[in-house]
């Protein structure tokens, strides 16, 4: 079936209730698919890939599958600059000036009436 061009018609947007060219009114689309509405261009809303749980990969591995580190040499065996608890400079110049920690182990005792 074919339709008129209607290049002077318009219409009204199902949300505003706005007159529109007819050619500025597109589909609402929610979860990928169209709700039937036809709104104005500038109040549509995108649809959100966010909320589309599952369809969107969400996969990303970061290790490797049997890793090969260096070991030959010291310092590939090492963590580097791995310090947070100390007062001073570390052998690998980082500073932990200030951050001292103190602990003490004892005994609570609670009584509910």
Do not use: H
């Not at 369809?55 to 065996?77: G, H, I, K, M, W």
Request: charged share 25%.
């Amino acid at each position: 079936m074919s339709y008129a061009e209607g290049k002077y018609a318009f219409g009204y947007c199902d949300r505003t209730g706005f007159r529109y060219p007819k050619k500025d009114l597109v589909p609402q689309i929610v979860n990928q698919r169209k709700t039937g509405l036809l709104v104005g261009r500038d109040v549509v809303d995108p649809d959100q890939p966010q909320l589309q749980l599952g369809r969107v990969r969400t996969n990303d591995p970061q290790a490797l599958r049997n890793p090969r580190p260096d070991q030959s040499l010291e310092e590939s065996r090492r963590q580097f600059a791995w310090n947070p608890v100390g007062g001073g400079v570390t052998e690998l110049g980082s500073r932990t000036v200030a951050l001292d920690i103190s602990a003490q182990v004892g005994r609570v005792t609670v009584e509910t009436a």
